[in-house]
């Protein structure tokens, strides 16, 4: 699912538009990339991608209280046409499966691999970029590099749920 931009919705553009800057602020990686299914695409993401996710366990309970009030707001937002009942319909999924993953799943303490996606999706973001290894390249490399020690702590520190055939 992706938001239209331009396209006036009242309420429910307002209500999207904090929900893909929300989490395309907090998960530029998994925002930007096709490779996350639970995220939909989001400009914010953009921006950020010289930061990776930010999975603190902290934090992820801010996350998942955010998202839950915005569901709850979708309930206010009245669609003036088929298309518009159709965008709110999918934006509540996309929330509903946000929550389900991420709240009741707790995907980011039960599935290693997801740390080591966000790692391998920021560096080849970066080294995909449009001037080869330039100065953009090397600049965003070396401050994805630099984020890499704190946030494989932070995944140690996370992951504690993790299913016996994940641990292998």
């Known amino acids: 699912m992706t938001h239209t931009q331009g396209r006036e919705y009242g309420c429910l ?4 538009e904090k929900y893909f800057h929300y989490l395309g602020t907090h ?4 925002c930007a990339s096709d490779g996350f299914y639970l995220f939909p695409r989001a400009r914010a993401a953009i921006e950020g991608l010289d930061r990776l996710d930010d999975l603190h366990p902290e934090r992820m309970a801010e996350h998942l209280n955010f998202v839950r009030q915005l569901l709850g707001e979708t309930a206010d937002a009245s669609p003036r046409d088929l298309e518009e009942e159709i965008d709110r319909q999918l934006m509540i999924q996309s929330m509903k499966s946000f929550i389900r993953e991420m709240g009741e799943g707790k995907t980011w303490k039960r599935d290693p691999t997801l ?5 391998l999706f920021a560096a080849a973001r970066t080294l995909s970029g449009g001037d080869g290894f330039g100065h953009f ?3 965003n490399l070396s401050g994805i590099l630099g984020q890499i020690p704190l946030f494989l702590e932070m995944a140690q520190q996370n992951l504690h749920a993790v299913p016996g055939t994940s641990s292998a």
């Open 13 to 16: 553009g307002t209500l999207a």
């Open 27 to 30: 998960f530029p990686q998994q």
């Open 115 to 119: 740390y080591i996606k966000v790692l």
């Open 137 to 139: 390249a090397r600049t």
